[in-house]
């Protein structure tokens, strides 16, 4: 299948040949930016990011982890400490929060990567450097009778550059 | 319209070097390129001092903590001073990263890398004391809860474990947060590398390609790990400051303690901030990116800082007399009038007086004034921690107790040390990493970009 590469200036524009690409019924879209702008990400994709549940389930498995961890290791062997009980919760607060945040980060790192698909992999072969320096990129698949029309709207949508990769 | 062939799209789409990049990038990646002598001859210093301090530490674990300063009552001393202070100096990056990107103040984007770096080495070097403090460093383990023959657990009401945790988490949120904030940069270095770099850059890149769903992922986990980052910088310096303020120790016995800590550590942060940028800038010429505004928008927190510093200490001092309480009297007396006056005036001229003088602008804008005030401040703000720790220890309940602390040849190695330590890694940050956030200051560019075509009306063709 034809992939078509083209290349904007403004970020807007960007978001305007996607949100037009979509509306003319091509669903394989990728956006390549050198910074984060929301409206790229909202025409590529609307919905909220994943990444937040799993700092929910990171957060809530720290809070139950760090109070139960310490309830256990004091009743496990109960030493009287100061004469307060047992367990006492106004002072397990403290690790309970930190062990919140800390798995909670750690999780969150995680979503990052998952929801991110980043690890060690080959770049697209529509990525180019210039995605990293100050220029955007959207590229879209299309069948091969669509290529002419398809590059004439990119153009007509100020892309300073639209190219064929074939693969 | 005839498409080309494809080969020839391909190979124009992958040109071997980038025609025209963008200006921030190469003025960012020119720093990590090449090696003057001066910087091989910071870091051989770097190392040197590195050396010692492991060597004196040797000695030290060989020979017991006998060769550190402490006379009875005080066996609290220098490390413990080190670590509060390197763990305060931690803060401001932390601050800078995570507080201030909720307030959403853009004018941190050209400082949040170089202090979020900071605030990493610095917790390193922070982590380092607690050990060597102890002595027997074989033995650090105790202080994890880990399953034993003995059955035997750690102490959970106790504020130095609740410091191992706090510790701990602000290290790894700290180095994640960091690490997150580079992917981006990374990529944009990995683009540009070749050879060796390429490779280690395409590993730590995670094949980050700044894909729409990327950068949603990559903003949503920024956003995350700041709301989580800013209760956890609050919650380290004050769990630090409960290491003295539940004991009952005269002077220390405090419930001003949190606050004080953690706005002494935002101070005494953003001054180190200050002493290290300010020279990176001049050397890098990065001024461009670095400019006077953020270092007047830094000064202004220091001197608002400055004046939580100097409220808490009036506060402790008035509530010492108004307390009644006759041994909190005498300590905060001979805090300022006893054997350490000195340092207590150090203290207060460095940490409340001298930052006065940013309230006029002139001197506020004057780098080089900045520089010799933040280090200044710096060295008032370990004074901070030797008044309150070496004083209040050394003057108890029971004068038949009493005694004199006077910090060691092997502690001032050590804190010596502790310099070449922080500065090593810093100096090696430099070199492989960019220390401004390109992305982020590329999302401003770009902004900038977009609104003069807006207004020019370049987009309509």
Partial sequence: MPTLVSVFDLPDDAATAIRKLRGRGFEDIESYSPAPFEQIDEAMDPRPSKVRAFTLVGGLTGVFTGFLMQIWMSLEWPIKIAGKAYTSIPPYVIIGFELTILFGGILTLIGLLLVGRLYPRPLDAAYSPRFSAEEFGVVVKVGERDVAEVDGLLRSLSAKEVSLLDD | MTPPPATAVADLMRPKSIPRDSQINTDVMSVTKGVSWQWGLLLALALLGVGQAIFTLGYQTYKGLGIAG????????????????????????????????????????????????MTVFAVLTAALFPLIHIGRLWKFYFLIPYPNQRALWVNFKSPLLWDVFAINTYMLISIIFFFVGLIPDIAIARDRATGIKKFVYTVLALGWQGTGRQWKAHNRTVLHLAGLATPLVLSVHSVVSWDFAMSIVPGWHATIFAPYFVAGAIFGGFAMVL?????????????????????????????????????????????????????????????????????????????????????IKRLRTSVPFLFVLCVLINIGMWFERYVIIITSLSREYVPAAWGLYIPSIAELSILAGSFCWFSMFFLLFLKFLPIIAIAEMKELIIHEKAHAAHASGVEAH
């Fill in chain 2, 70 to 117: 402490y006379q009875a009552p005080v066996f609290w001393g220098v490390y413990i001073i080190n670590f509060v202070f390197w763990i305060g100096i931690g803060h401001a990056g932390t601050l800078i990263s995570a507080i201030l990107f909720l307030f959403r103040a853009k004018w941190r984007n050209a400082i949040n890398r170089g202090a979020e770096a």
């Fill in chain 2, 275 to 359: 002493v290290v940028m300010i020279p990176v800038r001049r050397i890098f010429k990065l001024e461009a990116y670095i400019t006077d505004y953020h270092f007047e928008n830094m000064s202004r927190f220091i001197l608002f800082t400055s004046l939580i510093c100097g409220y808490a200490y009036g506060a402790e001092y008035f509530i010492a007399w108004y307390s009644g309480v006759e041994f909190e009297q005498t300590s905060f007396w001979l805090r300022a009038f006893g054997p350490y006056w000195l340092s207590t005036w150090i203290m207060i001229s460095c940490n409340v007086i001298f930052p006065q003088l940013l309230w």
